[in-house]
């Protein structure tokens, strides 16, 4: 089971919540969501969201993160939403300084 932190949740259900306009998903959003298959993301969708949570957390290594999605099965690339949390909270710029969490 991942550990999620809380205010990052908040933080990155509010940045959705922006984008939320072109969704045609009426249920409650949360660490369980898949992104593509629940939300129907698509992937400018994924690109905005992600250029708006580096500017929120600063810069993050999205490129090799959608990456490594796209190396796994097909069945597989999906992501929720509390894995995307749990990639923000061991990749943003003071994780990785060792700072506060």
């Known amino acids: ?7 990052v949740l908040a933080d990155i259900l509010g940045l959705m919540s922006q984008l939320a306009g072109d969704w045609e998903y009426s249920g409650t959003i949360g660490p369980e969501t898949r992104l593509l298959g629940d939300l129907g993301m698509e992937s400018l969708d994924l690109v905005v969201l992600g250029t708006m949570i ?7 290594p999205f490129a090799e993160y959608l990456a490594e999605i796209g190396q796994r099965p097909v069945e597989e690339r999906d992501v929720t939403v509390g894995e995307l949390v749990a990639y ?3 990749h943003r710029p ?4 060792g700072g506060p969490r």
């Open 1 to 7: 089971m991942m550990v999620i932190d809380e205010q």
């Open 54 to 60: 580096q500017h929120r957390y600063g810069r993050l």
């Open 88 to 90: 923000v909270c061991r």
């Open 94 to 97: 003071t994780a990785m300084a």
